[in-house]
T-cell receptor, first 113, second 115 residues
Framework: KAGVTQTPRYLIKTRGQQVTLSCSPI?????VSWYQQTPGQGLQFLFE???????NKGNFPGRFSGRQFSNSRSEMNVSTLELGDSALYLC????????????FGQGTRLTVV | AQTVTQSQPEMSVQEAETVTLSCTYD???????LFWYKQPPSRQMILVIR??????QNATENRFSVNFQKAAKSFSLKISDSQLGDTAMYFC????????????FGGGTRLMVKP
């Protein structure tokens, strides 16, 4: 069974640009959560999608958004990039919302210059 | 809101020895789960062990075991017979039951296993 796949693995963007990251969950999993990992703030929850609906949202500005497709694949978008958005973005897959186990992808390393 | 604290930013242990990583958390809820995740240099978060708050028995997974003290809100991880492959960042995480899949993470402990 394939694991959680995140693309791309690495990304370099310029301030002010926007970026879209993709996450394909484990087959059969319907919940996808996104996390931002930085040296200063650690791991912070961005949002969770289940059955194409946003279930939870962390404390991030509206520049961070996401969506989920009918095949459970999810994308997150960051608009008007700032230097502080440089981070590792991790996606986690769960069979359902409220599940007690999450499986993580290898992340997308975003660098904003 | 829940908070998770890991008070040891870095630790080291000799190969084959035992090491304990500390974690404390704060919540007013009674139904929740606690986890330890490992993040090696490959960056992928790997679940090490899980503990349901309603279970009094401490979870164990091979060389990994926890000491769950619910009243003290403490959840430490013991690694026995440490191996070089255990070198990684370790994160303690909290999941509130019936609240989606949001995990609240501690700041992490960097563990170095020395030969």
């Amino acid at each position: 069974k394939a694991g959680v796949t995140q693309t791309p693995r690495y990304l370099i963007k310029t301030r002010g640009q926007q970026v879209t990251l993709s996450c394909s969950p484990i087959s059969g999993h319907r919940s996808v959560s996104w996390y931002q990992q930085t040296p200063g703030q650690g791991l912070q929850f961005l949002f969770e999608y289940f059955s194409e609906t946003q279930r939870n949202k962390g404390n991030f500005p509206g520049r961070f958004s996401g969506r989920q497709f009918s095949n459970s694949r999810s994308e997150m978008n960051v608009s008007t990039l700032e230097l502080g958005d440089s981070a590792l973005y991790l996606c986690a897959s769960s069979p359902r919302t409220g599940a007690s186990e999450a499986f993580f992808g290898q992340g997308t390393r975003l660098t904003v210059v | 809101a829940q908070t998770v604290t890991q008070s040891q930013p870095e630790m080291s242990v000799q190969e084959a020895e035992t090491v304990t990583l500390s974690c404390t958390y704060d919540t007013s809820e009674s139904n929740y789960y606690l986890f330890w995740y490992k993040q090696p240099p490959s960056r992928q978060m790997i679940l090490v062990i899980r503990q349901e708050a309603y279970k009094q028995q401490n979870a164990t997974e091979n060389r990994f075991s926890v000491n769950f003290q619910k009243a003290a809100k403490s959840f430490s991880l013991k690694i026995s017979d440490s191996q070089l492959g255990d070198t990684a960042m370790y994160f303690c995480a909290f999941h509130l039951d019936n609240a989606g899949n949001m995990l609240t993470f501690g700041g992490g402990t960097r563990l170095m296993v020395k030969p």
